[in-house]
């Protein structure tokens, strides 16, 4: 089976364990996969969301090699149901692409409001997606959420959608490129008035993903008149974008005024409690337990893109399942570590001292001095503290940059910090803070 085969060409090329941890519980759907749409079911979101991440690319890429056909990949959770509306008989390319069309509104039924957490950096996009998935058309049209990868917007956007489905609304959700694919596609047919029955015909249109208009002037052009039907005819537009409308560069003048008809909302990335939150509904959605001090250690370690931090804790858990063991807090901090190595080399001591000086209230050049009063040669040993578990720097190194005399000085602070951590609760907490806010500010 062609599925089968893939999947097998795929283990060559990836190491053993993440093909025994994911690509193992992969079930290729063969029915209802075509030429242009390979569908695989995954056991749960947390596996199905980091093959999509990390393999769909590459599996699409293996499928062309194999027939010729690019198709896209798409990874959904559970054993898999025919989907009622799926065209039946003939394989030709209108039927596929009719399929591809109903394929883009199906919405991942876990990314609901009620799954959604709520802290200040995303509490204003969260509100406002909830009015406007409550009174379709009638408040912020269109609105527009923007901000950084992993953060949530597909996520409130999918929330949008599932809720109006289950009261009957006719709900599209299309990232912008596949919206474009499928422009061109009807284009090149003929079949323009197919597309646009479709989409001037919703009640919502959920489009993700905005920020590839750049420069599309075909697909702005359509999305225009698109986007002119609908709201003339007081349904909801909701998009998202990794930027603020005015950021999105090569967009023509009226399409970014009309994005800013309705309401802009950013989201921000979360602070610690939140990401601690995000952890905890993540694992209990998923039936996945984790100590309180491994959610803590993930969330103060690993930056801002809840993506990557759900990758963590499929691994962890996949770890635990295939050990029959508990996760220890070494395990997960070793994990941390391999996920963030690439991300950390670029930190360097300069970034550490930047954000402690800041945070406790000392000039950065006093931290490099060789002051003893109390406060700043606390907050070297912090800066030094840090810098062993942020960056690749050795002792001795250390020593070199604080103009010591050897690393023992470098040695005896890591001991202070360590024994501080160890006794006070406070401190641990100011310290995973500090490494959050290091962290966060260079992955971003
Ligand atoms: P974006 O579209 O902003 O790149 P996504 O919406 O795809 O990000 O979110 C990435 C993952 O993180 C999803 O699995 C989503 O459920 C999760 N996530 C992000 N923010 C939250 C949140 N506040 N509460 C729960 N899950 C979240
Ligand atoms: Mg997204």
Redesign the pocket.
């Known amino acids: 089976m062609l599925g089968q085969e893939i999947l097998k060409l795929l283990k060559q090329e990836i190491p053993q364990i993440e093909y025994e941890r994911y690509i193992k519980q992969l079930r290729y759907d063969e029915e209802a996969s075509r030429s242009d749409i390979a569908l695989f079911h995954a056991p749960n979101?947390l596996i199905a969301?980091w093959v999509k991440t990390r393999y769909a690319e590459k599996l699409s890429h293996l499928f062309e090699i194999k027939t010729g056909v690019k198709p896209e990949v798409q990874v959904d959770v559970g054993k898999g149901k025919k989907s009622p509306q799926a065209p039946r008989g003939g394989e030709n390319s209108e039927t596929l692409h009719a399929k591809a069309a109903n394929k883009s509104t199906i919405l991942n039924p876990s990314?609901t409001f009620e799954?959604?957490?709520?802290?200040s950096s995303?509490q204003f996009a969260y509100t406002a997606a909830q009015r406007v998935a409550e009174k379709p058309g009638e408040l912020y049209n269109p609105l527009f959420i923007y901000?950084?990868?992993?953060?949530?917007?597909?996520?409130?956007l999918h929330a949008i959608g599932n809720y109006n489905l289950a009261r009957g609304k006719q709900v599209i959700f299309t990232t912008l490129e596949q919206f474009m694919n499928q422009f061109t596609h009807h284009l090149r047919n003929h079949t323009m008035d197919r597309f646009r029955d479709k989409f001037r015909s919703c009640d919502i249109l959920l489009l993700?993903d905005i920020q590839f208009l750049s420069r599309k002037e075909e697909t702005q052009k359509e999305l225009f008149h698109t986007f002119n039907e609908l709201h003339g005819a007081k349904k909801q537009i909701v998009m998202?974008s990794d930027q603020h409308p005015k950021k999105i560069a090569g967009l023509e003048e009226r399409l970014r005024s009309r994005f800013e008809w309705g309401l802009i909302v950013d989201?921000q990335p979360?602070e610690l409690e939140?990401k601690i939150a995000?952890i905890k509904?993540?694992c209990e959605l998923n039936g996945i337990h984790l100590d309180n001090d491994i959610v803590n250690y993930i969330a103060a370690n690993m930056g801002n893109?809840?993506?990557e931090?759900?990758g963590i804790i499929i691994q962890l858990n996949a770890f635990a399942n295939m050990m029959n063991q508990r996760i220890t807090l070494d395990f997960a901090k070793n994990v941390v570590k391999n996920q963030i190595k690439e991300k950390r080399e670029n930190i360097t001591i300069d970034d550490i001292v930047k954000v402690v000086s800041r945070e406790l209230n000392v000039k950065p050049s006093e931290i490099t001095s060789k002051s003893r009063s109390r406060n700043i040669v606390a907050a070297r040993r912090i800066v030094i503290y840090l810098a062993r578990s942020l960056t690749p720097n050795s002792m001795p190194s250390l020593a070199q940059y604080f103009g010591m005399k050897d690393h023992t000085a470098v040695s005896h602070a890591m001991k202070k910090i360590n024994e501080m951590i160890e006794n006070d609760e406070n401190f641990k907490t100011k310290i995973e803070e500090l490494s959050h806010k290091i962290t966060s500010a260079t992955t971003e």
């Open positions: 979101p969301r990314y799954s959604f957490v709520v802290g995303n901000g950084g990868a992993g953060l949530g917007k597909t996520h409130l993700d998202t989201i979360p939140t995000i509904k993540k893109n809840i993506r931090i759900e």
